[in-house]
């Protein structure tokens, strides 16, 4: 927008009669257009707007004007009309950066996710100083997984200005969402340096030293955060969390009351909780509160699912297994991130293989690359079909299993690390499963069964689920009885390889 000298600020906001007799003297169109400038930096919309429409009178292919009132009409809600001026704006230029990213910001707040990046792509496309639709558009690419085209965009934002300190914080969460943390921590601390007084920078830097063992460091970060800013419920929340795995019991139940008058807030105001729902199994908290974490972070992945903007998907109908002498197979698919060196491969190793294939035939979707480890190479070669999908964006993924004609889904992570909970919530299944990955109630609609036992899940307790419980005999917990032979078998070709090689 055009800027004013104090002399004209001044002149423009005492006499107005006088603004008009010099706009018909010296320029009409540039006058008002600054005369709407100061209105709109005051908040006045309605003069900001009359003004924009009296340059537009003086000159009717005013760019700047058209592209500057559509921003005052949208904040004054008057949307479409907001983008009747976007537009007007790209007829007069149509490689307007403004305002094909203003265009941009409607649609995304729309939900309408993939018009939105075309009109970020395009002002991309027309200018190279403009860091607005490069942070939008990132935004866009994490959201859908889309890890390494988020960085490449932020890393374009820190080209245009490396003191960014807001682009550092955002590359560095995406860092960490792909598993790369020591780069996280790097952007973090320059963050930190670059802007020292950032709560969230320091926050998040506390996150990531949390996530790579650093407890230590963690807790200092996060208190100098909370220093920086006392009300901040993420950090007050994940501060208790690193005390407890360090055994520090100090104020332990007064945090606890804190961080639970925390949640309830949060709900009431029908914000994220900060507390994750696999801290809160283990909180001594009210289950019922625990239920209602999970259905906010529920929610949360349905709403990341609706900005893929998939139709609702057609499933495959009943196929009986074994009826009137034909043969059919249950198709039955996992989907999880710890394919590879994680307990739950330690655990549920033979399981993949294990299944009668000739009633059921089973898919295992990695969502983690290969870690080149024994458990991944054993499941690769014992699963029936094993598809690497980490590469694949999440609606990607969804169209997949629903094309493989999965009949029972498996969510083996539920709110673990490495979980893409949206993939269930566009339900590319008829029948999803949580089981094993996380213990608790995942507040999902979209999950039908939680497969438990009696004792870890009591039918007393079945109304703190939203999943019909489904009890296993003794335990539902696997234990991998081959897993000793598999270890022996592994060790032993290693050493055989050794001595022939």
Known sequence: MYKLTREWSFLYLQSRPLVYLV????????????????????????????????AILCDSRFVEAYNNMGNALKDAGRVEEAINCFQSCLVLQANH????????????????????????????????????????????????????????????????????????????NTFKEFGRVAEAIQDYIQAVTIRPNMAEAHANLASAYKDSGHQEAAIASYKQALCLRPDFPEVTCNLLHTLQSVCDWENRDTMFREVEEIIRRQIKMSLLPSVQPFHAIAYPIDP????????????????????????PFVHPPPLPVKAEGKHGRLRVGYVSSDFGNHPLSHLM???FGMHDRDNVEVFCYALSQN?????????????????????????????????????????????????????????????????????????????????????????RYAHIYSEKLVHLP????????????????????????????
């Open 23 to 54: 706009m018909q003297r010296t320029g009409g169109h540039f006058h008002a257009g600054n005369l709407a400038t100061i209105y709109y930096e005051q908040r006045q919309l309605d003069m900001a707007i009359h003004c924009y429409n009296q």
């Open 349 to 351: 190793g033979s399981v």
């Open 97 to 172: 950066p403004q305002a094909l990213t203003n265009l941009g910001n409607i649609y995304m707040e729309w939900n309408m996710i993939s018009t939105a990046a075309s009109f970020y792509k395009a002002a991309i496309a027309v200018t190279s100083g403009l860091s607005s639709p490069l942070n939008n558009l990132a935004v866009i690419y994490k959201q859908q997984g889309s890890y390494a085209d988020a960085i490449a965009c932020y890393t374009e934002v820190l080209l245009i200005d490396p003191t960014a300190a807001d682009a550092l914080v955002n590359r560095g």
């Open 371 to 459: 870690d080149g480890t024994e458990w991944r190479q054993r499941i690769q070669a014992e699963a029936e079909h094993f598809i690497d999908v980490s590469a694949m964006t999440s609606d990607v993924i969804a169209k997949m299993i629903n094309e493989d004609k999965i009949q029972v889904l498996i969510n083996l992570n539920g709110y673990t690390k490495g979980a893409r909970n949206e993939i269930f919530a566009m339900q590319p299944a008829p029948i999803q499963v949580s089981y094993m990955g996380f213990p608790g109630t995942t507040g999902a609609s979209y999950i039908d069964y939680l497969v438990t036992d009696e004792f870890v899940s009591p039918t």
């Open 288 to 311: 019922l509160l625990a239920l209602e974490i999970s259905r906010k972070y529920a929610v949360q992945c349905s709403l990341i699912a609706s900005r893929f903007g998939l139709p």
């Open 474 to 501: 003794h335990c539902y917990f696997v234990n991998d009885y081959k897993q000793v032979h598999f270890i022996l078998l592994y060790v032993l070709s290693a050493l055989i390889h050794s001595w022939c090689f």
